[in-house]
């Protein structure tokens, strides 16, 4: 698992699928609060990638980064959840 943490090719392909995501889907987004869950699925890729880069540098900097990726992705997970309550209270 370590590996594919590490793996700068894994990164870059990660990033360039939220990218094609959040193109995608934007017209499907009709209110700003929409986007949070594609906003923290940018952040924790983000951050992974950075943290992959960052590693050769400093080890600490590069463990915090993979930290906060980590947190992003549980807050995009809260926030899918929050859209889909809240889709079904206003919408449905």
């Not at 880069?53 to 549980?74: E, N, P, W």
């Amino acid at each position: 698992m370590t590996n594919i943490l590490r793996s700068k090719p894994a990164a870059w392909i990660a990033f360039l699928v939220i990218i094609f995501v959040i193109v995608i889907t934007f017209r499907l987004r009709p209110v700003w609060w929409a986007f949070i869950d594609e906003f923290f699925a940018f952040m924790m890729i983000f951050s992974q990638l950075a943290a992959v880069y960052i590693f050769k540098f400093s080890y600490y900097a590069g463990k915090k980064l993979q930290v906060i990726a980590a947190i992003c992705g549980v807050l995009m997970i809260l926030s899918l959840i929050g859209e889909y309550i809240a889709y079904q209270v206003i919408y449905g």
